[in-house]
């Protein structure tokens, strides 16, 4: 994670960003801490990246890289204005000592890319349409040694795969159909025929913007009507208020890289 110490909203690049609205960075810092409280309460580790001044966004680290068992494939953003960020994520994993894999394609990390470990002997989802380049997804695909599947985005408001669809297991996901084209509806109905379907006033409440442990999903306290879907499926919906960083265009998901070594 990577706090918003630094964070505005100072350009437009999603439907959400509104370079009119004001933005009150120290709620934002405040919420954001929530957030890292939850999950340190819930007995993961969160490791912190420095925030950089002008790099407003750098807030939503999962945009940074895509690591899977311990490979990292990293990110090559379709912004100018966020390109700076990849460098500081790249410094962070070799620190830690992990086998890195510059990108050549256009790809914003986990937030066009979710795993399912356990689904079909561990799958990659990959969205498409907006920010991640299709030529991307084959590069994961090499990189990591797991099947990616490539899913197209269609709505703008739904610009990166993670504000459209979460893995909530290791088997199984949760999404919003209408994000996605006809055809990936189908791929989706075929591959995870049990799945969490969120409407548009769950996706438009941020709640596919979530992270799960498999048992706890921590998602955005806007999202009460997703939240009750989840707890009638048997998870444990965690809500965390994070409504300064909406107006950037990101939620929980966005402000997490999840390390899988
Ligand atoms: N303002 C950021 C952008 O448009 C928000 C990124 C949200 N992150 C995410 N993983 N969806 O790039």
């Not at 807030?59 to 500081?88: C, I, L, P, T, W």
Request: glycine share 8%.
């Amino acid at each position: 994670m990577c706090s918003p110490e630094h964070f505005a909203v100072e350009y437009a690049i999603n439907p959400w960003m509104d370079v009119t609205t004001p933005v009150d960075r120290d709620l934002a810092v405040k919420q954001w801490d929530r957030l890292r409280e939850t999950l340190v309460g819930l007995g993961h580790d969160v490791h912190l990246l420095t925030p950089e001044p002008g790099l407003p966004d750098m807030v939503y680290a999962a945009n940074g890289a895509f690591m899977v068992d311990g490979s990292v494939y990293g990110a090559r953003f379709k912004h100018e204005q966020r390109a700076a960020e990849a460098a500081a994520h790249h410094a962070f994993y070799e620190a830690q000592g992990w086998r890195f894999i510059a990108p050549s394609e256009t790809n914003e990390g986990e937030g066009d890319f979710a795993y399912v470990p356990e689904a079909h002997g561990g799958l990659i989802l990959a969205g498409h349409g907006f920010r991640t380049e299709v030529p991307a997804h084959a590069e994961a695909q090499e990189a990591l040694g797991r099947p990616v599947v490539s899913l197209r985005l269609i709505d703008p408001r739904f610009y990166h795969l993670d504000v459209a669809l979460a893995a909530i297991d290791d088997s199984n996901v949760v999404y919003f159909p209408g994000a996605f084209s006809a055809a990936s509806q189908r791929v989706l109905t075929q591959l995870f025929p049990d799945a969490v379907l969120a409407d548009d006033e769950d996706a438009m409440a941020f709640g596919l913007n979530l992270v799960s442990d498999g048992a706890n999903v921590v998602l955005n306290s806007e999202a009460t009507r997703l939240a009750g879907k989840l707890k009638a499926a048997g998870y444990h919906p965690v809500p965390v208020e994070l409504g300064e960083l909406k107006k950037g265009g990101g939620s929980v998901k966005c402000c997490i890289a999840e390390l899988r070594h």
